[in-house]
């Protein structure tokens, strides 16, 4: 039964003219589907109406062909041809009594559109701003542009009505939205009746809301999206600054919805983001206005979301991250079952399908973006199939997820660890600095494990090809890991670095074993994610002079797409860290290293005492090459299969391994399906 401290967040709330459920609002989230995969993202969206979400939104929607962010995939809604799609969705997302909201985005001067080729259109003519620094400028609105711009806002207001939705969140906060560029003084340098004072600058915000109220406000709730605070100075939109624009137009939207001034601030990994991070910026702002207020801060805690409703700091509390990680966080609140929440681990792999423009994945939720396309669940198992008991071995992020999944079906599972604790590479990593959420990984899969009578645990257990043929079990799933190279495999170099050996050279495994150079180190990093600049930043506060050197533009360059990677070179400063961008790795010698320019080969000597080398991984697949090597043994020892998954098989991130573990537990004893697609896609038609 539900807790009683929690009751305050099932409570009805209005919303305009409707009334939300409960307290749970899903805040519009991308996912790399939009228009491309409309049936995926409607099941998604339709999981979490299951999963008893109050209220849930759609990602952003461009609402008008003059301003579209090509090359990233969104929602769609230039045309009434974009209608059947979207009400695929919201009626996905209203069938367990949650209120379906769209997001209308117009983006101003973060369109470019590279696709429609239509000229940009902003407050002030000014450069595009995107993430991709395309060199194009956009051309002022004049008054004729504001006029059919309000005009376009009502259309897809009208459309929005008709695919279905109860409510329309208009989008003026990350810097994206043309709400957010008329407010802030820094996009909006009009000298007319739109610009200028505050009271200017909320002008056309107001218009849009009254001809929107006008068209579609007796049926459908209008909230407003603002930012925070831009921290860009005076010139920006700052929190004082929306203070007085809410308690100047305190009655102007259903609802406020409230989140930091750019992307990276508001969906800040844990790493660099706590629990209810924006709590400072948001309290106050309740008491200006009559309206409720939404807010976010990637919420895991019911403790933390249910104080902040009775404080009076929100009146909803708004979750993304978290209602990817897991989708029944409502639910499982409501029964009771904490301790079954899948807790979002804060490290942004969901926003990397948006930036690569692929389809988003999670690393707690394995499910997510597959609801549809393989038909999986994420509260719900495929029964078992024919066999009986699977043998896993190892109990990293891969073997866990195999082993909790499998366990799920009916399975009897043993999971065999070679040392004395859960987890594997996360069991590690969890104590590098600012990585202690990950740790979730395998608090919440070990919590599950213990749960079920039919998972045995085995530690102290590194198994040879022998052992495992004695046993007899049917299945063998190998989540064996991997490690880090210290030859200086990678990318700029496929084959070993020439290395002298009088210089001690050491990876991450060495360092998360507890061991440590000392005195000048230059850390080579060719991995580009989070490891070498979490290294660089420990070996640094400990007391070493440290020396980043990357053949990439940017210090760990990819995670751009997880949003971190100005936070990253910013603390890396901060902690005295050198760094060389565009320098790759030559050789490394007994006083020193030799880099190299990567554009014009120019060589460069780098004293040093030690090396660290970020580079790649080896797959442990030694026990999988035994086992196929004696794959004649098979059949009399009744073993049906032998797979390899997660690392083992192809070292990547963490959400890879519990995907790989996931994909492994559902598709067991399946029937096999050649070459068919293992999952389903929607193919354009033809005009």
Same mark, same amino acid.
């Given at each position: 039964?539900?807790?009683?401290?929690?009751?305050?967040?099932f409570?009805?709330?209005?919303?305009?003219?409707l009334?939300?459920?409960?307290?749970?609002?899903?805040?519009?989230h991308?996912?790399?589907?939009?228009?491309?995969?409309?049936?995926?993202?409607?099941?998604?969206?339709?999981?979490?109406?299951?999963?008893?979400?109050?209220v849930?939104?759609?990602?952003?929607?461009?609402?008008?062909?003059?301003?579209?962010?090509?090359?990233?995939?969104e929602?769609?809604?230039?045309?009434?041809?974009?209608?059947?799609?979207?009400?695929?969705?919201?009626?996905?997302?209203?069938?367990?009594?949650?209120?379906?909201?769209?997001?209308?985005?117009?983006?101003?001067i973060?369109?470019?559109n590279?696709?429609?080729?239509?000229v940009?259109?902003?407050?002030t003519?000014?450069?595009?701003?995107?993430?991709?620094?395309?060199?194009?400028?956009?051309?002022?609105?004049d008054?004729?542009?504001?006029?059919?711009?309000?005009?376009?806002?009502?259309n897809?207001?009208?459309?929005?009505?008709?695919?279905?939705?109860?409510?329309?969140?208009?989008?003026?906060?990350?810097?994206?939205?043309?709400?957010?560029?008329?407010?802030?003084?820094?996009?909006?340098?009009?000298?007319?009746?739109y610009?200028?004072?505050l009271?200017?600058?909320?002008?056309?915000v107001?218009?849009?809301?009254?001809?929107m109220?006008?068209?579609?406000?007796?049926?459908?709730?209008?909230?407003?999206?603002?930012?925070?605070?831009?921290?860009?100075g005076?010139l920006?939109?700052s929190?004082?600054?929306?203070?007085?624009?809410?308690?100047?137009?305190?009655?102007?939207?259903?609802?406020?919805?409230?989140?930091?001034?750019?992307?990276?601030?508001?969906?800040?990994?844990?790493?660099?983001?706590?629990?209810?991070?924006?709590?400072?910026?948001?309290?106050?702002?309740?008491e200006l206005?009559?309206?409720?207020?939404?807010?976010?801060?990637?919420?895991?805690?019911?403790?933390?979301?249910?104080?902040?409703?009775r404080?009076?700091?929100?009146?909803?509390?708004?979750?993304?991250?978290?209602?990817?990680?897991?989708?029944?966080?409502?639910?499982?609140i409501?029964?009771?079952r904490?301790?079954?929440?899948?807790?979002?681990?804060?490290c942004?792999?969901?926003?990397?399908?948006?930036?690569?423009?692929?389809?988003?994945?999670?690393?707690?939720?394995?499910?997510?973006?597959?609801?549809?396309?393989?038909?999986?669940?994420?509260?719900?198992?495929?029964?078992?199939?024919?066999?009986?008991?699977?043998?896993?071995?190892?109990?990293?992020?891969?073997?866990?997820?195999?082993?909790?999944?499998?366990?799920?079906?009916?399975?009897?599972?043993?999971?065999?660890?070679?040392?004395?604790?859960?987890?594997?590479?996360?069991?590690?990593?969890r104590?590098?600095p600012?990585?202690?959420?990950?740790?979730?990984?395998?608090?919440?899969r070990?919590?599950?494990?213990?749960?079920?009578?039919?998972?045995?645990?085995?530690?102290?257990?590194?198994?040879?090809?022998?052992d495992?043929?004695?046993?007899?079990?049917?299945?063998?799933?190998?989540?064996?890991?991997?490690?880090?190279?210290?030859?200086?495999?990678?990318?700029?170099?496929?084959?070993?670095v020439?290395?002298?050996?009088?210089?001690?050279?050491?990876?991450?495994?060495?360092?998360?074993?507890?061991?440590?150079?000392?005195?000048?180190?230059?850390?080579?990093?060719?991995d580009?994610?989070?490891?070498? /600049?979490? *290294?660089?930043?420990? !070996?640094?506060?400990e +007391?070493?002079?440290?020396? @980043?050197i &990357?053949?990439? %533009?940017? =210090?760990?360059?990819?995670?751009r797409?997880?949003?971190?990677? /100005?936070? *990253?070179?910013?603390? !890396?400063?901060d902690? +005295?860290?050198?760094?060389? @961008?565009? &320098?790759?790795? %030559?050789? =490394?010698?007994?006083?020193?290293?030799?880099?190299?320019?990567?554009?014009t080969?120019?060589?460069?000597?780098?004293?040093?005492d030690?090396?660290?080398?970020?580079?790649?991984?080896?797959?442990?697949?030694?026990?999988y090459?035994?086992?196929?090597?004696?794959?004649?043994?098979?059949?009399?020892?009744?073993?049906?299969?032998?797979?390899?998954?997660?690392?083992?098989?192809?070292?990547a991130?963490?959400?890879?391994?519990?995907?790989?573990?996931?994909?492994?537990?559902?598709?067991?004893?399946?029937?096999?399906?050649?070459?068919?697609?293992?999952?389903?896609?929607?193919?354009?038609a033809?005009?």
């Amino acid at each position: 039964m539900r807790n009683p401290a929690y009751d305050i967040l099932f409570q009805p709330m209005q919303i305009g003219p409707l009334t939300a459920k409960n307290r749970f609002y899903q805040v519009p989230h991308c996912n790399g589907g939009g228009y491309r995969d409309p049936t995926a993202v409607a099941a998604m969206r339709g999981i979490k109406a299951e999963g008893g979400w109050g209220v849930i939104f759609t990602e952003q929607t461009e609402m008008h062909h003059t301003s579209e962010i090509t090359p990233f995939i969104e929602q769609r809604l230039w045309d009434d041809a974009d209608i059947p799609a979207l009400r695929r969705m919201s009626e996905a997302m209203k069938t367990r009594g949650a209120l379906a909201g769209i997001q209308l985005a117009y983006s101003g001067i973060n369109g470019p559109n590279l696709y429609t080729k239509e000229v940009p259109l902003a407050p002030t003519a000014l450069p595009i701003r995107t993430f991709t620094n395309d060199p194009v400028q956009a051309r002022a609105l004049d008054k004729t542009d504001i006029r059919d711009l309000r005009r376009w806002f009502v259309n897809a207001a009208k459309r929005s009505k008709l695919a279905g939705f109860d409510l329309i969140c208009l989008y003026g906060a990350h810097g994206f939205g043309i709400f957010q560029h008329f407010l802030s003084r820094a996009t909006n340098q009009r000298t007319d009746e739109y610009g200028g004072s505050l009271e200017n600058r909320s002008r056309f915000v107001n218009e849009v809301i009254a001809d929107m109220r006008d068209a579609v406000g007796d049926t459908m709730g209008i909230t407003l999206r603002v930012s925070l605070d831009e921290h860009i100075g005076t010139l920006g939109f700052s929190n004082a600054e929306l203070r007085d624009f809410i308690e100047m137009n305190a009655d102007l939207p259903d609802l406020w919805d409230l989140a930091h001034g750019t992307w990276e601030d508001c969906s800040g990994p844990s790493r660099f983001k706590d629990e209810a991070a924006q709590e400072t910026l948001v309290t106050g702002i309740r008491e200006l206005s009559s309206k409720p207020v939404v807010g976010v801060g990637r919420f895991t805690s019911p403790d933390v979301m249910a104080r902040l409703v009775r404080q009076g700091v929100l009146d909803f509390i708004g979750c993304a991250r978290p209602s990817i990680a897991d989708p029944f966080l409502p639910k499982k609140i409501e029964e009771g079952r904490i301790e079954d929440i899948r807790e979002c681990i804060g490290c942004n792999i969901c926003i990397t399908g948006d930036m690569t423009m692929s389809i988003s994945r999670c690393t707690q939720n394995p499910t997510f973006m597959e609801e549809w396309r393989k038909g999986w669940h994420p509260e719900k198992m495929n029964p078992k199939g024919e066999s009986s008991n699977v043998l896993v071995v190892g109990s990293g992020p891969a073997g866990l997820e195999a082993a909790r999944a499998l366990s799920l079906r009916g399975y009897d599972v043993a999971l065999a660890e070679a040392g004395t604790a859960l987890g594997g590479r996360v069991a590690r990593e969890r104590l590098l600095p600012g990585l202690s959420a990950w740790g979730r990984v395998v608090d919440y899969r070990q919590y599950q494990l213990s749960q079920r009578a039919n998972v045995e645990t085995y530690f102290d257990s590194r198994l040879s090809a022998a052992d495992v043929l004695e046993f007899g079990f049917e299945n063998i799933c190998l989540a064996t890991g991997s490690h880090w190279r210290a030859d200086g495999v990678a990318r700029q170099h496929v084959t070993a670095v020439s290395a002298d050996p009088a210089m001690p050279v050491y990876t991450p495994d060495d360092i998360m074993a507890g061991k440590r150079p000392t005195g000048e180190v230059v850390l080579f990093d060719d991995d580009h994610y989070y490891m070498g /600049g979490v *290294i660089a930043e420990l !070996l640094a506060k400990e +007391g070493c002079k440290v020396t @980043l050197i &990357t053949p990439c %533009a940017y =210090v760990s360059d990819w995670t751009r797409n997880t949003l971190e990677q /100005g936070a *990253i070179h910013r603390r !890396l400063v901060d902690a +005295g860290v050198t760094i060389r @961008l565009n &320098t790759g790795l %030559a050789s =490394v010698a007994a006083e020193g290293v030799e880099t190299v320019d990567v554009y014009t080969d120019a060589r460069a000597r780098l004293g040093c005492d030690a090396v660290v080398m970020v580079t790649s991984r080896v797959s442990d697949n030694a026990l999988y090459r035994d086992l196929m090597a004696r794959r004649d043994d098979w059949a009399d020892a009744g073993i049906r299969s032998v797979k390899v998954i997660g690392d083992a098989a192809a070292p990547a991130p963490i959400a890879w391994a519990t995907y790989a573990g996931h994909r492994y537990a559902r598709e067991l004893d399946m029937p096999d399906i050649g070459d068919a697609l293992p999952f389903r896609r929607e193919v354009t038609a033809l005009a």
